[in-house]
Every structure is written in structure tokens, then in C-alpha cells.
């Protein structure tokens, strides 16, 4: 079945980096977009980015543009996300989601937590 | 960008009833790119309405979906308890960011 499957759960320092995969399968990797959005808790969605992994091309929010990079890699189908200089405020659950009629797929989500 | 507001915020409702929930985007943008979502507590959210009246695959026909423009609605026809959950509109249109609406808490009354 058509699953995305997200790296597990993060603790970091404020001022490090974090990256997140998240592994597609069960359907053809380079066909549709994929979208990373954020959620604080209990707060609603935010989009922060996307990209084409067919050809790599990415679009950010502005919020998170320079600070999140936006990568794949189309030999293993998946789909990476980068954000730099974390701060608390960045401590939420991070999803990524397939689109194709809507956003059809979402991964488990990833919980990071930046503590000191 | 355009914001979508979504009301009610909250809206208490009994099993049975019939439940409309609202969507107002900031300017007008295509229908074919408004979608529903229903989340759960510590769930991912769920596509259930594409195309602003396009059920999900699997999504329950008392789901339905419809508006234009700038107005937008979710109606669940007869609410099942397994209903009860966070509610978002998004547009994902060729305007850039998309965005999602702030989201409208269904509960139980």
C-alpha cells in the first residue's frame, strides 16, 4: 500500500540541526510532490515546503526560507528536510505528505523537541 | 497569500445532528484546490474532501463538500461518534504558500 514512512523522534540542542526522512513506497516516488508541514501542539498545520522529486526543485514558505532545505534522493524514494539553528519554538511534530489529488499521504509525523 | 478563516471555532453537536463547518478564503482561487482534512488527537490529519466536493477514497458518504470562490463548506450529514475530531480546510491552488485554515474543534455536546 501507498505509504510514507518518516525517521523516528528527535531531542536537540538550540543552535543544531536536524534532518528527517521519510521513505515513500507503494507508488511511483518521482510522480508526485511532496509537501513538508509542522504542527506545534495543540496548534493547527503549517506549511513550510515542498518538492518535485523528479527533478529536486523545491519551494519554501518565506518563514522557513534559508533555514530549511528541502532534499531527496530518488535511488532509496525519499524525501529529506533540513532545518538549521533550531530554537524551542521549532519543537513540533514535522509531517511529510504526498500530494496528488489533495494531500493524500501523510507520513506518522516526527516529533523533535529542542532542549537545553 | 491567502487566508483562509474558518468558523466556527468550536462547535458542539450530539451524535445523529447534522454538522456545517465554514471556510472563507481571503481572495477568490479555483475550487478545484480546496481541501478538508479531519485530525485526531496524536493522529496524522486525513484527506477527506478534494476539489472542494471530491470525497477521499474510503471517506464515508456523509461527508460532502461544496463552495466556490471564496466560501467554502464541510457537511456531515448524520455525525457518527467516531466524527468527533479537528477540522481543516487548506488551498492549494498555484498561489504559493499553501495554506490551511485555523482549524474547527467538532465535539461532542
Known amino acids: 500500500q501507498v505509504q510514507l514512512v518518516q525517521s523516528g523522534a528527535e531531542v536537540k540542542n538550540p543552535g543544531a540541526s536536524v534532518k528527517v526522512s521519510c521513505k515513500a513506497s507503494?507508488?511511483?516516488?518521482?510522480?508526485?510532490?511532496i509537501h513538508w508541514v509542522r504542527q506545534a501542539p495543540g496548534q493547527g498545520l503549517e506549511w513550510m515546503g515542498r518538492?518535485?522529486?523528479?527533478?529536486?526543485?523545491?519551494d519554501y514558505a518565506q518563514k522557513f526560507q534559508g533555514r530549511v532545505t528541502l532534499t531527496r534522493d530518488t535511488s532509496i524514494s525519499t524525501a529529506y528536510m533540513e532545518v538549521r539553528s533550531l530554537r524551542s519554538d521549532d519543537s513540533v511534530i514535522y509531517y511529510c505528505?504526498?500530494?496528488?489529488?489533495?494531500?493524500?499521504?501523510w507520513g506518522k509525523g516526527t516529533t523533535v523537541t529542542v532542549s537545553s | 497569500e491567502i487566508v483562509l478563516t474558518q468558523s466556527p471555532g468550536t462547535l458542539s453537536l450530539s451524535p445523529g445532528e447534522r454538522a456545517t463547518l465554514s471556510c472563507r478564503a481571503s481572495?477568490?482561487?479555483?475550487?478545484?484546490?480546496l481541501a478538508w482534512y479531519q485530525q485526531k488527537p496524536g493522529q496524522a490529519p486525513r484527506l477527506l474532501i478534494y476539489?472542494?466536493?471530491s470525497r477521499a477514497t474510503g471517506i464515508p458518504d456523509r461527508f460532502s463538500g461544496s463552495g466556490a470562490g471564496t466560501d467554502f463548506t464541510l457537511t456531515i450529514s448524520r455525525l457518527e461518534p467516531e466524527d468527533f475530531a479537528v477540522y481543516y480546510c487548506?488551498?492549494?491552488?498555484?498561489?504559493?504558500?499553501?495554506?490551511f485554515g485555523q482549524g474547527t474543534k467538532l465535539e461532542i455536546k
Open positions: 505528505v504526498r500530494e496528488a489529488l489533495g494531500m493524500d499521504v
Open positions: 476539489a472542494a466536493s
Open positions: 518538492i518535485n522529486p523528479n527533478t529536486g526543485d523545491t
Open positions: 481572495q477568490s482561487f479555483s475550487s478545484s484546490y
Open positions: 487548506q488551498q492549494y491552488s498555484g498561489s504559493l504558500p499553501y495554506t
Open positions: 507503494g507508488y511511483r516516488f518521482i510522480g508526485q510532490y
